[in-house]
């Protein structure tokens, strides 16, 4: 009885070590006797006792490797320490495990040698400022290479870049150098401006000050202008109402039935006042023979009412030939 209780304990601790459960995003590689048998995914599996084995267990989630720094050289020959970072993950288990002895190993001698060959075709300057072409040529060249031993290579990225100490101080003169100039252009920049805004400031304060004397000046004129309209608006007047009043004297004459001596004699009246000024030359009109005979008809006019009126002293002659007025 104990034997056989023996047995039956033996019998159970193989099958369950038989039992396998694969757990989430891992593949185990099964053998037997010493051959490939099949790559078991997620789930429970039992294995035949003895003669088969789990090879080895893959995990399939993104992994990353990060390697040290590896010495390149550039294409102007200046060493530099590069380290990468490569973010893979295992696509087909059965390669990962038959493909390559050591995978990880075999990726971190492939990751250096691609390095130094696009490193190479570059210069310093190309080198620090080309970080992602380079990430990009590593991660086809690398995914490339790596697609037999059943690795996909999903990205890769240089860490740090350490070039050496003397081109790393060379490199900060030069940015110092680099910044200050950038200073003294921004100054530059900055007094600049400022000229040219004071310039326009200085300019548009002459257009103003112009331009108000321009008003200035226009407004003087128009008042003058209107000053000289009103004075000839008030002659134009002036000389209206005078030839009006004249009018209404001649219109007068003729209603009160005035003849033609009584015209002669206003005319005669405007002629004195004509010749009571200062001038030295006066043109007599030509009807100035008629003065004559206006002058005997106010003689003989004068004679008649004297000799109508008692007391009055009688002319005794009268000469024709004086007309009483004095040339």
């Given at each position: 009885m104990p034997f056989i209780a023996a047995l039956i304990v033996i019998v159970l601790v193989v099958f369950v070590s038989c039992i396998k459960i694969v757990p989430q995003a891992q593949a185990f590689v099964i053998e037997r006797l010493g051959a490939y048998q099949g790559t078991w995914s997620v789930g429970f599996h039992v294995k035949a006792p003895v003669i088969d084995k789990v090879a080895r267990r893959v995990n399939l989630k993104e992994q990353v490797a990060d390697f040290p720094p590896q010495p390149v050289i550039t294409k102007d020959n200046v060493t530099m320490r590069i380290d990468t970072v490569v973010f893979y993950q295992i696509t087909d288990p059965k390669l990962f495990t038959y493909g390559v002895e050591n995978?990880?190993?075999?990726?971190?001698?492939?990751?250096?040698?691609?390095?130094?060959?696009?490193?190479?075709?570059?210069?310093?300057?190309?080198?620090?400022?080309?970080?992602?072409?380079?990430?990009?040529?590593?991660?086809?060249?690398?995914?490339?290479?790596?697609?037999?031993?059943?690795?996909?290579?999903?990205?890769?990225?240089?860490k740090n870049i350490i070039p050496p100490a003397e081109i790393q101080n060379a490199m900060e003169k030069q940015m110092k150098a680099e910044r200050e100039r950038r200073e003294a252009v921004t100054r530059a920049e900055g007094d600049k401006k400022a000229r040219i805004l004071e310039a326009e400031g200085a300019k548009e304060s002459e257009i103003l000050n112009a331009e108000a004397e321009k008003q200035a000046l226009v407004l003087h004129a128009e008042a003058h202008k209107e000053k000289m309209i009103l004075e000839a608006e008030g002659q134009a007047e002036a000389i209206l109402k005078v030839n009006q009043a004249k009018a209404e004297g001649l219109r007068m004459l003729r209603e009160a039935g005035a003849d033609e001596t009584v015209?002669?004699?206003?005319?005669?009246?405007?002629?004195?006042?004509?010749?009571?000024?200062?001038?030295?030359?006066?043109?007599?009109?030509?009807?100035?023979?008629g003065i004559a005979s206006i002058g005997t008809a106010i003689a003989e006019g004068t004679k008649a009412v004297r000799e109508a009126k008692p007391g009055v002293h009688k002319p005794t002659e009268f000469d024709d030939n004086h007309t009483g007025f004095e040339h």
């Amino acid at each position: 009885m104990p034997f056989i209780a023996a047995l039956i304990v033996i019998v159970l601790v193989v099958f369950v070590s038989c039992i396998k459960i694969v757990p989430q995003a891992q593949a185990f590689v099964i053998e037997r006797l010493g051959a490939y048998q099949g790559t078991w995914s997620v789930g429970f599996h039992v294995k035949a006792p003895v003669i088969d084995k789990v090879a080895r267990r893959v995990n399939l989630k993104e992994q990353v490797a990060d390697f040290p720094p590896q010495p390149v050289i550039t294409k102007d020959n200046v060493t530099m320490r590069i380290d990468t970072v490569v973010f893979y993950q295992i696509t087909d288990p059965k390669l990962f495990t038959y493909g390559v002895e050591n995978p990880m190993m075999a990726i971190e001698n492939l990751t250096a040698t691609t390095l130094r060959n696009i490193i190479g075709d570059l210069e310093l300057d190309e080198t620090l400022t080309s970080r992602e072409t380079i990430n990009t040529q590593m991660r086809s060249s690398l995914d490339l290479a790596t697609d037999p031993w059943g690795i996909k290579v999903n990205r890769v990225e240089l860490k740090n870049i350490i070039p050496p100490a003397e081109i790393q101080n060379a490199m900060e003169k030069q940015m110092k150098a680099e910044r200050e100039r950038r200073e003294a252009v921004t100054r530059a920049e900055g007094d600049k401006k400022a000229r040219i805004l004071e310039a326009e400031g200085a300019k548009e304060s002459e257009i103003l000050n112009a331009e108000a004397e321009k008003q200035a000046l226009v407004l003087h004129a128009e008042a003058h202008k209107e000053k000289m309209i009103l004075e000839a608006e008030g002659q134009a007047e002036a000389i209206l109402k005078v030839n009006q009043a004249k009018a209404e004297g001649l219109r007068m004459l003729r209603e009160a039935g005035a003849d033609e001596t009584v015209l002669r004699l206003k005319s005669l009246e405007a002629f004195e006042k004509v010749a009571d000024g200062q001038a030295t030359t006066i043109l007599l009109p030509a009807e100035l023979g008629g003065i004559a005979s206006i002058g005997t008809a106010i003689a003989e006019g004068t004679k008649a009412v004297r000799e109508a009126k008692p007391g009055v002293h009688k002319p005794t002659e009268f000469d024709d030939n004086h007309t009483g007025f004095e040339h």
